[in-house]
């Protein structure tokens, strides 16, 4: 009866397989390059909004 030796045969080998060689993390891509077109952050400084805000 291969029908049902079968289904128990790929459960065992998948635990078997999940508990020795863990899934992969996937693959982290790349960070994409800053686009040029926004302009660079001004130098460290306390901005008119901000010590609005905290004042």
Same mark, same amino acid.
């Given at each position: 009866?291969?029908?049902?030796?079968?289904?128990?045969?790929?459960?065992?080998?998948?635990?078997?397989?999940?508990?020795?060689?863990?899934?992969?993390?996937?693959? !982290?891509?790349?960070?994409?390059?800053?686009?040029?077109?926004?302009?660079?952050?001004?130098?460290? !400084?306390?901005?008119?909004?901000?010590?609005?805000? !905290?004042?």
């Amino acid at each position: 009866m291969p029908d049902s030796f079968y289904p128990q045969q790929v459960p065992e080998r998948h635990r078997h397989r999940e508990m020795r060689v863990p899934p992969p993390p996937p693959p !982290t891509p790349p960070l994409p390059p800053r686009p040029q077109s926004l302009p660079r952050p001004p130098p460290a !400084t306390p901005r008119p909004s901000v010590s609005a805000r !905290t004042g």
